[in-house]
């Protein structure tokens, strides 16, 4: 019985120690994404080709309707690193949540078990 609850701790243990792995890479992940795309970020935008993105996002409205704008909006504005380094760490956390939440079902067992 006793080697039953210890590798629940254990397991538990295991949990938390992954969460804290996750959060960390998490936020280092971020950071790199972040750090290499604003490096290599083109600083040098042509004036000629703004127009033109603007009548190619209108010709794809025209022919696919407002929703192919919209998607084309939310492509570009993921393209950022900056957002992509907020999604990156949001993934870490909720990862890193689920791996707490797991190692507290494992303790709230081995109390259940502790009392039988």
Known sequence: MSEAISSGK?????????AAI?????IFGADLVYWLGTRSAEESVDPQMLGNEKAQSRQAEILYGKQAGLVQDWTDYLKRPGVQGVCIVVAAVLMAGGCMYFARLQDR???????I
């Open 22 to 26: 996750l959060l960390v890479l998490g």
């Open 10 to 18: 254990r397991r538990a243990r295991r949990l938390r120690i992954t």
């Open 109 to 115: 067992g081995n109390e259940h078990a502790d009392e």
